[in-house]
């Protein structure tokens, strides 16, 4: 068991697109281990490589925080989205202390590979599917702040900005 550090906005590493992974081996499930202690250690519901530092398409999500309900994809990709689209608060462990109301489409559709490398093939719905499209975002560098309006952001930002005492001046949001 060990518990990664979480990268934290506005680090580079979280702007780069993820490389797909090749093969699927032990260190792979070694660094899927280590996400889900992680996460669960930081109280979240879902982490993406990148946030740990290692720019792969690799996501953990639980939900509901029982094991049974972990879930890990490798190279997961999105082939539909349906249902409605509904606003929720959502967080980041990237963007601590920072929430905001983002629409996502209540049902999603998604394939990938199982720790095992086996293919799977999922439709999550309702907050599962709010994780995963988030996690899957990250893979591609977008943020959940990319998806709510410039203004808001702008302002959350400035006073995420203030709190973890950053004083750099640019455009990195
Ligand atoms: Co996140």
Redesign the pocket.
């Known amino acids: 068991m060990a518990i990664l550090e979480i990268r934290k906005f506005p680090d580079k590493i979280l702007r780069q697109q993820a490389q797909p992974v090749a093969d699927i081996t032990d260190p792979e499930r070694k660094l899927i281990q280590d996400m889900f202690d992680t996460m669960c250690f930081a109280k979240g519901v879902?982490l993406?490589a990148p946030?740990v530092g290692i720019s792969k398409r690799i996501i953990v999500c639980n939900p509901t925080g029982e094991e049974a309900d972990g879930l890990a994809i490798i190279n997961p990709r999105i082939i539909y989205r349906k249902g409605r689209k509904v606003k929720d608060c959502e967080g980041?462990?990237?963007i601590p202390t920072l929430t905001a109301e983002v629409a996502r489409f209540t049902i999603i559709g998604v394939v990938g590979k199982d720790p095992a490398g086996k293919n799977i093939s999922l439709e999550a719905r309702d907050l599962l599917a709010r994780i995963i499209d988030?996690?899957t975002d990250?893979l591609n560098g977008t943020l959940?702040i990319d998806k709510i309006g410039f203004l808001k952001r702008k302002m959350l930002v400035g006073r995420y900005k203030k709190k973890v005492g950053i004083t750099c001046v640019g455009r990195w949001y």
């Open positions: 879902g993406a946030q980041c462990l990237s988030h996690e990250h959940f």
